[in-house]
C-alpha cells in the first residue's frame, strides 16, 4: 500500500473504439480500460483502496505517453507500447500479464497456450481469470487471447472492440 496522502491522476482519452480512462501517477500507468465497460467505478474504487491514492482529474507523463502512443497503434505506427505500467495483482495474474505482452500484434494465443508458457499446463481457466482482471486493455494485448478451438470468446470492452483490434492489428498494410 502506498502512502495515504498519494494522489493518481486520472484522464479521459479519446479512441476511435470509445473513450478510455487512464490513471497514472508521474512514474507509471495503474489503469486503461474503456469508459463503458461494466464494473468501470468498481474497478476504480479498489484500485484506489490498493493504492490508497485519491484520484483526481489531470494529467500526467505516462498519461501523455500513452495518448502518444495509441494514436500511433490506431495509424498503424505502433505495435509495441513502452509507456511504463504498475500491475496490482496476484504473482500469477502479473506472470500472466506479462505472457501476454509477449503475443506478437496480429497474432493470437489460446489459454492454453498461455498456461503451457508458464508451466502450468492445466491451469487455463486461471489463465482466463487473469486475463479477465486485465487493466490495461490494448496495452497488455489480451483482445489476443481466444479459445483452443480458434473461437473469438469473449473480451470485458465488447466482442465487436476485441474481433475490430484483432483485424485492425492483422491488417496492417
Known amino acids: 500500500m502506498l502512502n495515504p496522502h498519494y494522489t493518481l491522476k486520472a484522464s479521459r482519452l479519446i479512441t476511435p473504439l470509445g473513450p478510455m480512462i487512464a490513471i497514472a501517477d508521474e512514474t507509471a500507468l495503474y489503469f486503461f ?20 491514492a485519491t484520484i483526481l482529474s489531470g494529467s500526467s507523463n505516462p498519461i501523455s505517453s500513452i495518448k502518444s502512443e495509441l494514436s500511433a497503434y490506431f495509424k498503424r505506427t505502433l505495435t509495441e507500447f513502452k509507456t511504463p505500467l504498475r500491475f496490482i495483482g ?23 497456450d498461455i498456461a503451457y508458457a508458464l ?33 473469438i470468446g469473449g473480451y470485458g470492452a465488447g466482442v465487436w472492440r476485441k474481433e ?9 498494410d
Open 33 to 52: 480500460e474503456f469508459e463503458d465497460c461494466e464494473g468501470l467505478t468498481r474497478k476504480i474504487e479498489k484500485l484506489r483502496q490498493e493504492t490508497n
Open 90 to 112: 496476484s504473482s500469477f495474474q502479473q506472470r500472466v500479464w506479462h505472457e501476454l505482452q509477449k503475443i506478437p500484434s496480429g497474432e493470437t494465443r489460446s489459454y492454453a
Open 119 to 151: 508451466g502450468k499446463k492445466n491451469a487455463y481457466r486461471a489463465v482466463g481469470q487473469a486475463n479477465g482482471a486485465n487493466n490495461f486493455f490494448i496495452i497488455v494485448p489480451c483482445h489476443r487471447v481466444v479459445n483452443s478451438s480458434g473461437y
Open 164 to 172: 475490430w483490434l484483432l483485424d485492425h492489428e492483422k491488417n496492417r
